[in-house]
């Protein structure tokens, strides 16, 4: 894909909607970060989310002075659910995937549901463009291919102020990915995701997850940017079956190996 050349490359990030993650007794659960990189007079949105976060995702358009149809680029990472499921809502934008994830996402293995299969079809009638490593998209953001938790999936590094920022996607769902080398669910390949991980640490420290708030990596250390600190959880007594709520912390989260995520 040739470079385009903008007149203004001033570039901005913002997320829309946060990502984040919650492993529960009752099953693991976890909503996609949604971004917004403004670069000249284009607005990339990079992933989608989940269709019960479609409302949040408008209102967060519309809090940046943005219509749906103002979206001229949407990047996918990849094609499961939770990054993909808004997608047909930017029918004027060219729709970024690497072609190894919409192939796979087209014909995935039997029993990897969490592939939205049903939007891979749909965005038959959208106007899909492969990228794959390497890409520039627009000036000052280019595509790296992470596999590992999926077959195609890829990430987006992108020049902020003069630095290098990584969106990376489920490759790095959360900062624990920097101390164990490994995204917590690895749908495709182990070794695929770790060499993944390295090649993001070498590329950039300062990074966008799929599933937590912005970090900067600094040295050993993880230092959050920005964003909820905070979940609010809420129930109501009208049924009278109100479930209560414990919240735990552990050290470490066990990494997820199967096809079928746990
Ligand atoms: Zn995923």
């Not at 001033?10 to 693991?28: K, N, P």
């Not at 909503?31 to 989940?50: A, E, K």
């Not at 519309?62 to 103002?70: N, R, V, Y």
């Not at 735990?248 to 079928?260: E, G």
Request: hydrophobic share 40%.
């Amino acid at each position: 894909m040739a470079a385009e050349k903008d007149k203004l490359t001033m570039a901005t990030l913002d997320v829309l909607t946060y990502g984040f993650a919650l492993t529960t007794d009752q099953g693991s659960f976890g909503y996609s970060t949604n971004s917004l990189l403004r670069v000249g007079n284009h607005n990339i949105l990079i992933d989608t989310g989940p269709s019960s976060r479609r409302p949040f995702l408008v209102k967060a358009l519309k809090a940046k002075g943005l219509e749906t149809d103002d979206i001229d680029i949407v990047i996918l990472t990849h094609m499961h659910w939770d990054h993909c499921q808004n997608t047909d809502l930017f029918t004027k934008a060219r729709v970024l995937v690497n072609p190894t994830e919409i192939d796979y996402a087209r014909n995935p293995n039997k029993w990897d549901l969490a592939v939205a299969s049903g939007m891979a079809d749909m965005m038959r009638n959208m106007k899909v463009e492969t990228v794959s490593e390497g890409d520039t998209i627009v000036d000052g953001v280019s595509i790296i291919e992470t596999p590992g938790h999926t077959k195609g999936h890829m990430s987006i590094l992108a020049d902020i102020d003069g630095e290098k920022v990584l969106l990376a996607g489920d490759a790095m769902p959360e900062s624990g990915t920097v101390a164990r080398g490994l995204p917590y669910n690895v749908f495709w390949d182990v070794a695929d995701a770790q060499e993944s991980v390295e090649k993001m640490l070498s590329a950039s420290n300062v990074f966008y997850p799929g599933h937590d708030r912005p970090f900067r990596v600094e040295g050993d250390e993880i230092n959050y940017l920005e964003g909820p600190e905070n979940i609010l959880v809420m129930d109501s007594t009208e049924g009278g079956g109100t479930a209560s709520l414990t919240f735990t912390v552990s050290a470490s989260r066990t990494v997820n190996v199967d096809i079928v995520q746990k």
